[in-house]
């Protein structure tokens, strides 16, 4: 009796050993690919990571970022939550957010399910072609529209060439048009990163699945909705984080295009961050602008996560 427990003690013991021997050589096998991960994390630790905490933490002092350095606890969320000029930019940049993101989840999904289902010869040229957009700054892309919207652009110009001087405006000048024009901004609005993912999830959908809808007499619009949108449901959450994101802290294009005017007609979070810290110094009420940013996108994100299931987990 006591040699069998003898037996499996040492049996245990040696089965322990492997184990660890095993880790260790499957440790030293990714040694390698763990050192190449270690600039990124410091990089990330060093310009993400570092800037957000100090960040926040500034947000809780009067700072101009030289002589003013001046703990005023929740005083700048308090002046916040008073401010109407952040409420109008709140305002401004839902319109953008909820536009930008109802065209991402529209035409380059059509796009990407055109290219998906033309003739093999064509998709890689229709790629090219869709793709060419994301070499280009984006710099260029606003300086580009808002020479077209100008009162002696390509936009006026055309309105008056087919007898619509009714039509012609300031596009980016008066209150009534600009948030308009910001949105229509990259018409047709088709190309870049957002294409690419619907095309990626279209091309895993297994081809068996297109035959038997054939087969079934399916119409192309029977095919998107029993087959290519369920299958697609993970690229669609995707997109609608990735988009909502970008759009929400964008103020490049509003600051090319309107610098957030006439008044505060354009203005957006971000741009208000933006003026606030680098044109008047305020550098704490600014960083108490981006936590506030900052949250609502942590907490959009967490939501989008939580309540909309993967298509992995659909019954």
Known sequence: MNLNMADKATSTLHAIDASRLKKRRLLKKHMIAYAFLVPI???MALFKYYPLLTA???????????NLNKFVGLGNYIQLLKDPTFYVSLKNVSVLTISFVVIQLTLPLFAAICVYHSRKSLQKVYRVLFLVPLVVPHIIIFLLWRWIYMGNGVLNTLLRQFGLES????????????LGAIIFVNFPWIGGIYFLIYLAGLITISKELF???SMEGMGVWQRFRHIELPLIRNQLRLVVILAFIQQYQSFENVLVLTNGGPGFSTLTPALYL???GFEYNELGYASAIGAAVFLVLLLFTLAMNRFVKPADTLD
């Not at 926040?56 to 030289?66: E, I, L, P, R």
């Not at 039509?167 to 600009?178: D, K, P, Q």
């Open 41 to 43: 994390f410091l990089s």
């Open 56 to 66: 926040v933490t500034k947000s809780f002092y009067q700072w101009n970022g030289a």
């Open 167 to 178: 039509w012609v405006h300031a596009w980016l000048g008066e209150s009534g048009t600009a």
């Open 211 to 213: 035959e038997v809808g």
């Open 274 to 276: 933006y003026k606030k």
